[in-house]
């Protein structure tokens, strides 16, 4: 179990922060040897996103790599899975990617992968951070000093690999695809796949730009929402959106827009399933869409913590995929979270059974969900917190069962539930649920809020945040 | 003076044709070999535009060019006005560019500089055609075969130079523009330029492919108007949409749609010569806004044939600019046809002016204009074109002016006028005009197609295409 | 079997000629074509040598294999073997290597290689010049043109796999060794080798130059003979030299000078077949020195025509290694001819054993050998040939066997033999020849001459060229 | 003036140590960052030596100038002069080239140039160790960091432009060159010119090798000498060596030996000065065979600290020519050392005057000359350096001169010269001179050594140890 009181390097998933204060040459050079230490690597993959600080911390990576005797393959700019395939496929023992994923752009960071393309799990990541804390990564000679080999096709090669895999089996509709890339590297990939499957594809900011003129690289449904008429007025199939390295994927209909997470989920449940039988990791927060495919389809169920769904393929024997909201592995591809693969399966869908979003969500149960922010001072969050969880487990008449592998989960006997968790990268507590009604789900939620108001104002506070929405 | 009977090499704008039947590696092989030849290079920039067969053919005029002793610069995939500045800019004495322009992706095909970024002059496509087909280019001894670099940069020091050359002055608005970059090269080049110039910009099919899977990579009123509610969604001050190769520009306005090449030609015109005086050189078929904002600004217009701006610069003096539909010419900048130019020209006065492309058009003469074609069997085309030529010449009472540089233009006295033209590259001939009133201008067209549908019906022939608009 | 009436392309080695005569771009693109659809292949490994006509030569071969569907895999500047390796290792379906081997620099030429590596087999080559005459290579469609993949590493990968592979097994020595490169490609890669094993190197024209400035890259005796004096004046243990593009290798030693290549050949195979038994195949003008090696040590030995030692490995099942005079095949490390290879071996037995060369060949028997090369009228040549061949057969007493693979050779009882053979490329016959005793040998060639002489004389030809020693 | 207690980072000749632990990425990138924070650059070219660490290196140069918002134009692999030639040629505001000279392969190290190709001056040095020391580099925000641009052409274009410079203007002997390259970057250049200028080249050590297997790259009279006998077997006219990065260069005669590098400076002032009229700047160290030439040819002789030659190329307006032992810096061609200009200039020479290089050499001036170094007990070092001092002094009776510019050096009547000089990166004192006879400057010496033995052995040392060696 890792202390929680040591310094920490990595978050939820990867090493982020603003450059040059907190993310700098030094610390990803000394951060890139700590890890390929780690690793007792010989060959590592280095790639990276399209950010304008990017290349120099990829230079970075080279040097502190190199100075630990690893060889480095830089496969250039590519989005975060190609780098990932590309550790696994170019047979390295680790896996480089800088990126900040859909931070701002002034953000840089830093992910690293095991050489079958998973990213580290939580172990690894301690034993990083004990190499890189007490500088212990293994400097070598000058004879033994890693070589550098600059690779810029592992795109077209993925691009390639990814569109035989996925080629539709028969061919009911052509579909229109819109397509917004963030200005991220995905745009070298994912339109090349919907095409050569078989789609129209017209995309939106495909111009690749560190500054991300065109929107804010978190594809969330309010960034999302102002492009929405653009796929109504183009009269697209259906309208994906991309972060910033291209491991997630937005889904919208150009006429019911936003798709929620856990619906999206289910339809990849739904299609995995049908191919292979086994078990579905998927992370706490996702809600009754997914398991009601899942079992309905003979699948198992696992359950666990933010952030570690990957995890669950090391633990489990028989994982056919897992997914979290927006991030989804299928592991007979390869071992990591990968948006390009995530679209390309469903436009696949789509020209296969000849049905545009609307149609192909048809059956995937869709339950009023709540997915809240509550932003609280620092120094009361725990009173608050624990507040919430007596609220929560006082209504004890109900419960079906209680949760704690990370926050508290209670479930209810009509399938309903809530899910109350500290953030880890913010002060904030998360408040996620669903029930059969709407006005129920928003209750509840409300009763919640009036908890945190009480705690609040007991201690002075009058004023706080709430983030988020409660969709019918 | 051309002798039209001999085999012809090139067209109105450089060699095209289908791959592999019209146009293949042996062909540009020894047309690139001929062009060198021509110049008595030394050293010469090659590019190209994003086309599937480009690469293949770039590698085939390095072969021709390197086999009569010219060094190559290859400046990799950039946008065709980027090949015509490094051609100047690395001080090559020519300059290749394998592109066919907006036509579908099955063609391809070449355009040929001089060293100071010039395209060929119509004397200078001659002699290389006589080089050609005579096989006359100069093969060297093997230790005088040209050597070849390959320059991937010359695209970002365009944009930085560019972006730092059309500084605004001042910043009376962030414009928000919607570019479509038609999966052209261009891409790499003008979204850049124009952030940096400080608009926010959204971008279509900004994606590099050259199977054109956005749209036909001609950016002609109807491939456009599918877009245009895009545009408006998106409440963007202007919609700008590049060809494939990027020398050419449309510009639209969210509210009125496309807005007539000659109105945003003389919107260039009242800038440059706001900036500079001298004259302006027009091709035949530019209309009377032009003619209205040039001489209101005290310039001198000087009118040519299609296709041959251009010399204009060589022929002329005092020349500030050139332009005919879709192409602009600014030789302070550079004596080529530059798209991304243009599109930074407007953005430009768009922030400096605070205003969005209404307000900036304000002002601009607007009068009805017709752009026709009409196709006639192949053999009949001098008949009808006989007729025609007629028919504009028997209403003698109101002609001011009778102009032949390239087809029959016919000025009347109120300033309004008529022009037909057999097409250089289709069994068509043209009728363009503008009028005062919409009625009129309709009545003349009219008048026109009943002559031709009479020479036709005389020789037996019942039905024609009549392709365009009448614009009001 | 082939026809020799029709025309060839293909000489005893590869496609050879005078750029820009009789190589030229468009031959090679073409030729290269042909290849690739005699190899229905969909990846090429292409590489060249460091001639000045290469690299056109190379773009040429891009060409010719993209315009019919084939990715090329571009290895740059290697030495043959690298390219063949890479053929092998990179899962390419052909390999290309642009090379006219050690003839002039004015020459340039081509060499073919099979998947793993070996060069093309007879019958591959008839069946790639009918393709090639017929024109019927497979042009594709603008869509399926190959891709280019510019690939510099793979020399270093090469040297790494090569040197771990022939790391001795202990270290007696540390030999000093001069090496010979011929201005040639090879300079990337067998010095590094011979280092990495533990030699001191020191080289000799290791600058790669197409001019080949430093000697003729042909390793002949006359050609090296000016530089024994400066292996001996630096006291090195061997004086190793390549050809141009490194599957030839001379070795010399400072104190006995030029080891004839039999000799080299049979320690060699005394080496294999201390590893692993089974047969060894050789050309027919092979002597006795390889025979008693082999046949002391259980192996078999195979006689083949000189310039197919390669096809031995597809024809018989148990072969250990095949070796003409300066080309060897180690076919548990690819059936390609490998002269880096051949240097590293030796020099590794040098190592292990703590032995100079001289060392090294002792025990390895030394017969007086001669080889002639007689050049006559080519419309006399067949007169010629017919007198020798009765002369030989006259002598019917002595004689144990008469064998016609390639040319006669005649084997005495007391293990002498004489070989006469027109030549594949030029108007030459070639005596070869071994005996017991110089005098002997001498003998029996002086007689061949005597015959020559008559029947020319006979003829009105009162003089003819004679090249070649005997040497004792 | 430099102030001699502050820590220093600049020797006589750049940076330099052991990597990792005296030179090492970390501190590479911060100098880097410190020089262009000096030259406000906005451009730097970097380029480095062929030694193992140079890559690593050189990515910590990148980091260290994109960090400080400088572009960098990566000259890839090259010499040290072709850095200088295109920190000049690109327009750079400044160099840094990764290098450790001539020193051992397990040292690395940094020069840096100005924007005209000259390297620091003194002045330069101490602020840039300020700027260092003080870590006031200036680090850039994220939208700042500079570009990195690669262009591996540009030893080609030096090779052309040299070559074409130095064209003999006559031929009157295809001189045959052997020239050692230490394995060095120089292979890329110095054989190419020199063919190009039309000697036939034959070289040792062009392999390029970080390892230095050939020979130490420091050119020295005694690392040479081996290779004599190969010059002396191969009959060539001249023998040229090369240090490590080809800024030095060794004039050999394959039957005279070494060539006094002051006769060598002596033979290009005797050239230089034919072309133009001018002074000739020289180390304090130089010998009367230059002050002779100079003196007769009507030059003036300027002497300077060692190292420093160059910055007499900024303090006197008329220089011609600067050298120093090994170094040599003809402004009119660029103000940096370059051994592959010395080499062909001399080439050029042996070319254009139809001489071998004994034949060259004929009349420059031959005196006797000592090149001793003493290495005293750190300690005792100023005991030792103050009684030579009064030694050197107290004959003063035939002294014309006292000369304590750098060290102290005593001119006699007679014209001979003596100096005594402590070493600046070892604990040695140096000791040179010049006599009219052999065993005058041998007494002149041996009276010196008995000094010092004197002193130390009054201290308790009794050994000590002298190298170098007194020339007739």
Known sequence: MRCRFVRRLFGTAGIRGRY????????IAEVSASIATFFKARKCALGGDGRLTTPILKHSATVGLASVGVDVIDVSLTPLPV????????????????????????????????GDGM??????????????????????????????????????????????RLTPKEVKLKPKVLIDLANGAASLATPKVLEGLGAHVITLNANIDGRFPGRSPEPRSDVLKPFLPVAKSLGVDVFLAHDGDGDRLA????????????????????????????SVVVSIDVGNAVKDVVESLGGKLIVVKLGLTHEGLVKHGDVVMTAEPWKFIDPS???????????????????????????????IPNYPQARISVEVPKH???????????????????????????????????GSWMLIRKSGTEPKIRIYGESLTFNELKKRVDDLIVVVDKVLKDRGVHEFKVEGEVLP
Request: glycine residues 8%; proline residues 4%; aromatic residues 10%.
């Open 20 to 27: 040059p204060d907190e993310i700098n040459p030094q610390l």
């Open 83 to 114: 780098l990932a395939w590309s550790t696994s496929k170019l047979k390295c023992d680790c896996g480089v990617y800088i990126t900040a994923s859909h931070n701002p752009p002034q953000y840089n960071g830093l992910k690293a992968f095991r």
């Open 119 to 164: 990213e580290l799990l939580e172990d690894d990541e301690v034993r990083v951070e004990e190499i890189y804390f007490s500088r212990s990564w293994s400097s070598v000679e000058w004879f033994k000093v890693g070589h550098v080999e600059i690779v810029p096709y592992v795109v077209d090669e993925y691009v390639a690999e990814l569109t035989s």
């Open 251 to 278: 889904v919208l209909s150009p006429n019911l827009g936003f798709i929620k997470q856990d619906r999206v989920i289910a339809l990849l449940a739904k299609y995995v399933l049908s191919v292979r039988k086994g």
């Open 333 to 363: 591809w390869g071992p990591w979270v990968d948006g390009i693969y995530k679209a390309s399966l469903i436009v696949k869908l789509m020209i296969e059974e000849g049905k545009n979003i609307d149609k192909l969500m048809e059956g």
């Open 380 to 414: 009361l969050r725990e009173y608050v917190y624990e507040a919430l969880q007596n609220k929560l487990l006082e209504g004890g008449r109900g419960i079906s069962e209680v949760i704690t592998i990370d926050g508290l989960r209670v479930n209810y006997l009509d």
